[in-house]
């Protein structure tokens, strides 16, 4: 499984129940390399996209506890023992955890990569990344150039697990 991810200086992902920036070149970037794949997101992350809807071109696996949850285009896992079931039948460089707090510091035990889009920025947030450069089984293995969107700036990098 791969991680992807926009975090700031602060490894800060979201505030509110919603992303701490939109950077239409990160969104472009997310749709690219998803598209096609398969996304895991916790159901506060589906209930952020646009009118809580499943995103387009991608299998949707949404973790709730909610028995009773549905939505259109969505595949439901209510634990980890389901989503494994779910997960057998992909290969995992094609399934990406897209989310968000709570799914990404419960599934980055499953992850060997991560792709993470670093603001530089400190916004107020209530919702983190795990700090991966504080984590000595990850490393940085690639970094963009700087890319700016207005008065963001903003690049792309890889971090591998050791
Ligand atoms: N910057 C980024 O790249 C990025 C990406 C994604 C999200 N975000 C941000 O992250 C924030 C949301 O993160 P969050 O931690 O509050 O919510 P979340 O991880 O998206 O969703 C949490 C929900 O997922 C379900 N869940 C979590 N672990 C589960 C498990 N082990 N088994 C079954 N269900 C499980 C539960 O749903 P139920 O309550 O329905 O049981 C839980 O309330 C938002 O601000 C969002 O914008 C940022």
Redesign the pocket.
Known sequence: MIAI???DNNWA????????ANIPADMKYFREVTTGNVIV?????LD?FPGGRALPNRVNIV????RS?QRKNVVV????EELDELLAQYDPDRVFC??????YE?LLPKCDKAYITRIDYEYAAD?YFPNLDQKPEWVKTEESEEQTYFDICFEFTTYERK
Request: zero cysteines; hydrophobic letters at 45%; aromatic letters at 6%.
């Open positions: 991810a926009a975090v992902i979201g505030n509110e129940g919603k992303l701490l997101m916790g159901r506060k992350t952020s973790l709730t506890r909610d949850f896992a209510h634990d980890f897209v989310g968000g707090a709570s799914v419960q919702a």
